[in-house]
């Protein structure tokens, strides 16, 4: 099908749908509930399409006045100069009407769980897991979204050997979904002192965050244990059974959850992470095929692949999967300033879907 005839069959369907939505009572609920949900993702694409339409009209005229000779010298110049701000607009308006007719990923809207675990480095990849942990929050209240932290494994030093927390707000997953991988870090530890620059590095994994009605969970596949709560190096910090550990006997994932004092509120925080966990491992698994004939993508999704380095001697932040390095370390760690990064990510996704369209 041409891009024209896809683009007039979006507006007959948008128009039907209208119709029908006049009549409610014809429609009954379930089903008024769903027209109005797709004519209202819909609308947007068809305004943008109007738009595309008017400006390829407006191209056409003002070539019609270019190219007549018995228009006068004002006018033609007048035709001249609109027709070039239009044809440099023209692509800009056509490029971004065919970001709006991608498929949606269904999780974008979704709220998400972040989890930050400490990886080869010892007690310095503990340290870089923290402030990762923090840059994210820091990043959450920039754009007004609820930071809930879920559970934090510290290592008694300052650093996190692991750390969740569950994030709130409008197009979280659709942000973040990009940060999921092996995040290393090279600067020189507080302890060092020669002044020996070290490497280490910390995953970072985020999961749209699943409702029950996305990903069914059988009671009878799931064990599940309590244990009494235990802080560094063993310490106990709860006299009572109040930590679950959680395990999807199908799949093998396992999720332990302690902060709580309330073994019950542990339980709700464990299968909350539990069904991401899981929602995440089937969405991955119906994208692999998709993705390995794609012609490009922004990473792999695999939390095993490196895809940032933060040089701090240097002031540098270099994302591996766009080449993009910026000389402003303390303003994207202390301060959470993603959106430079997370925008060019978002670009260079859109770009490759777009290929893969076409």
């Known amino acids: 099908m041409s891009f024209e005839k896809k683009l007039q069959e979006l507006i007959v369907k948008h128009s039907e749908m209208e119709r029908k939505m006049g ?21 947007p694409i068809v305004d943008n399409i109007h738009e595309f339409d008017r400006a390829k009209r407006s191209v056409a005229e003002a070539e019609a006045i270019v190219a007549d000779p018995a228009m006068d010298k004002d006018m033609k110049e007048m035709a001249e100069e609109e027709l070039r701000e239009l044809k440099k607009k023209l692509p800009e308006i056509e490029q971004m009407l065919k970001v709006s007719l991608l498929p949606k990923d269904e999780a974008d809207e979704k709220n998400a769980i972040l989890e930050v675990r400490a990886g080869t480095g010892g007690e310095e990849a503990a340290l870089f897991a923290a402030v990762l942990f923090r840059m994210y ?63 280490s590095a910390a995953t970072v994994a985020v999961l749209p965050e699943a ?26 910090v709860n006299t009572t059974d109040s930590a679950v550990r959680i395990t999807h006997i199908p799949t093998g994932v396992v999720v332990s959850m302690q902060d709580e004092k309330s073994q019950h509120k542990n339980k709700a925080k464990a299968m909350k992470v539990l069904r991401s966990r899981i929602y995440e491992a089937e969405r991955a698994a119906k994208d692999a095929k998709r993705a390995a004939t794609r012609k490009g993508q922004v990473g792999s999704g695999d939390r095993s692949e490196r895809i940032r380095t933060y040089n701090f001697p240097q002031s540098r932040v270099t994302d591996h999967r766009i080449n993009m390095t910026l000389y402003k370390i303390d303003a994207i760690v202390n301060e959470g300033e993603l959106d430079e990064i997370i925008e060019a990510l978002v670009s260079e996704d859109e770009a490759a879907r777009l290929s893969e369209s076409l």
């Open 137 to 199: 929050q820091k990043y959450a209240e920039n754009h007004g979204w609820k930071f809930e932290i879920m559970s934090i494994y510290d290592t008694g030093l300052g650093g996190y050997k692991e750390a969740s927390a569950e994030i709130t707000g409008k197009g979280v997953f659709a942000r973040l979904k990009f940060e999921s991988g092996v995040h290393r870090v090279q600067r020189v530890p507080e302890t060092e002192s020669s002044g020996r620059v070290h490497t």
């Open 211 to 236: 409702e029950e009605v996305d990903i069914k969970i059988e009671d009878k596949d799931l064990r599940i244990d309590v244990f009494r709560s235990s802080g560094p190096g063993g310490q106990s």
């Open 23 to 43: 009549d409610p009572a014809a429609l009954g609920g379930k089903e008024f509930a769903r027209v109005s949900k797709e004519y209202s993702d819909l609308t």
